[in-house]
């Protein structure tokens, strides 16, 4: 009698056979403990990279965003230690780190009127960095590549994980469905972004009061940033379903072509997500480091055409 006649009754699988019913789930034959696994490849060189990638991004966008706030060890950096780390403000020009854009100085002018004086000792970054790293936490890249790196959800392909099974995005993992929102308002900064650049190539001379145009190091950095960022931004999946989706008919009328073309372009866009998702998060914060050397004075800011 053959395997089949011996180890099936009728179409399904014996329990005696050491399998199961047909629809039953089948264990893999996997080892258990941390990064146990039967691979040969060095399949830990990305988790372990990615890890560090965005270990080291996090850190360095809580110490700049807290180093101008003023309370605790932070009363000796920035604006509170009078030297502000957020702009320079070298022949008048104005080249502001994108993440202090939109500058929000509590207390102070127009814009500190709205906001409560208990909250005047936060850092301009505290008010303003919740949306873009919104945006970005809950993208679905950067939940792959964070749930992967730092949560082990999975490790890797079978390779064992140290904690219970994946149970979805539950609890608090639910802010995960507001990216679409989150998209909202980072749609908004590209024109705030924009604007920066457009201020980094005016000069103005307080005593003169003359104006001319100009091109510096940090007008280039800002511009590079605009464009990385757009082309993360309008590569984002939320994005590409905002003009694309719900549409069953493309080449009927104005306002269709219009859709598909811009559907197109996003998904010219989304195609390399990750790369603009990883290339534009270290061009931010290069711009804010070569801000912040500059006003330390371990740089100097270079026009390379025009100014006063």
């Not at 202090?100 to 008010?127: D, Y």
């Not at 866009?269 to 330390?296: G, P, Q, R």
Request: glycine share 10%; hydrophobic share 45%; proline share 5%.
């Amino acid at each position: 009698m053959g395997f089949t006649a011996k180890y099936m009754v009728g179409r399904h699988w014996t329990k005696s056979a050491g399998l199961r019913r047909m629809g039953e789930k089948i264990p893999l034959p996997m080892k258990k403990g941390f990064g146990a696994t039967d691979r040969v490849d060095d399949w830990w060189k990305g988790p372990t990279a990615m890890a560090a990638y965005l270990g080291i991004m996090i850190v360095y966008a809580t110490w700049r965003g807290f180093m101008e706030a003023d309370f605790w060890i932070f009363e000796e950096f920035g604006r509170s230690a009078g030297n502000q780390t957020m702009a320079i403000e070298s022949e008048g020009s104005h080249v502001l780190s994108p993440l202090f854009s939109p500058l929000v100085i509590p207390g102070q002018g127009k814009f500190g009127g709205p906001i409560p004086e208990a909250l005047w000792w936060m850092s301009p970054a505290m008010f303003i960095l919740i949306f873009p790293a919104g945006f970005r936490g809950t993208c679905y890249y950067y939940r792959k590549a964070y749930y992967r790196a730092f949560f082990q959800q999975p490790t890797g392909c079978a390779v064992s994980t140290p904690w219970n099974e994946y149970s979805g995005e539950t609890g608090l993992l639910l802010v995960q469905n507001l990216h679409r929102y989150f998209l909202y308002a980072a749609l908004a900064y590209l024109p705030i972004l924009s604007y920066d650049v457009w201020l980094s190539v005016n000069f103005h001379d307080p005593v003169s009061h003359a104006h001319s145009y100009g091109v510096s190091v940090g007008s280039l950095v800002l511009a590079v940033n605009v464009i990385a960022l757009a082309g993360y931004t309008f590569g984002c999946h939320a994005f590409r379903h905002l003009v694309g989706g719900g549409s069953n008919l493309w080449m009927s009328g104005s306002r269709p072509i219009l859709r598909y073309r811009m559907w197109r372009m996003s998904t010219w866009f989304n195609e390399h997500h990750k790369d603009w998702a990883l290339y534009s998060l270290f061009i931010v914060m290069f711009s804010d480091f070569y801000i912040y050397v500059c006003t330390m004075g371990w740089w100097t800011e270079i026009v390379l055409w025009g100014g006063l």
